[in-house]
């Protein structure tokens, strides 16, 4: 049996790299007594999977992570007995039973949702309201990417899927998959290039709000947040 493990990060933890979360996660199902299922071999581990990794500084309202048990009391007790577990900045939001057609959490992250603001200090003189309809009108939207290999110009275009600016705050929806996986520093960096000023460094307090997988049915493709995606007991899938 699979579940799916809503959580958020948040003050002093979002400093902590994602090998340290998942280490911390191993170590709170242990000292939570889940039953939880281990791979065979010489060094088992326990089977767990986690959405998309959460950059270093960064806090969030919706990461997930999905484990294999072999059974399961609920899905409020589980949820209960890992908060009891856990330390301040990493909180449980909800566990859910992933039915047998759901796709692996990693593989399945198609998008995220982000909230954007600029520190005090490091707010640029650019009126957003008045550039942004302009910069989502563009037929192309470049920007640098650093890679191994050095760097490459990239189009941000198709990956941003939704982009609004209020009273100080960007809300985006951006590609967050295995192939485009935009990050919102580039997407500000885009749209500051576009009256002539450069991101400062630490200039942005970044919350990832939500991860989300594509569907498809009778209307066509749209987003599903992995959270949407499961049942608790009693619940039909």
Known sequence: MRLRIKFRKYGSVRYIGHLDVMRFFQKAIRRAEIDVAYTNGFSPHQIMAFAAPLGVGITSNGEYMDIEVHSVTSCQDIMEKLNQASVPGIEIISVKILPETAGNAMASVAAAAYTVQFRKDRTPLTDFSEILPDFLAKEHIWTARKTKNGTREIDLKAGIFQLTYSDGIFSMIV???????????????ALLAETGESLQENALIITREDVYTKVRDESGEKLLSLNEIGFVEGELS
């Open 175 to 189: 590609d967050a998959s295995s192939g485009g996986n935009i990050k919102p520093g580039q997407v500000m960096e």
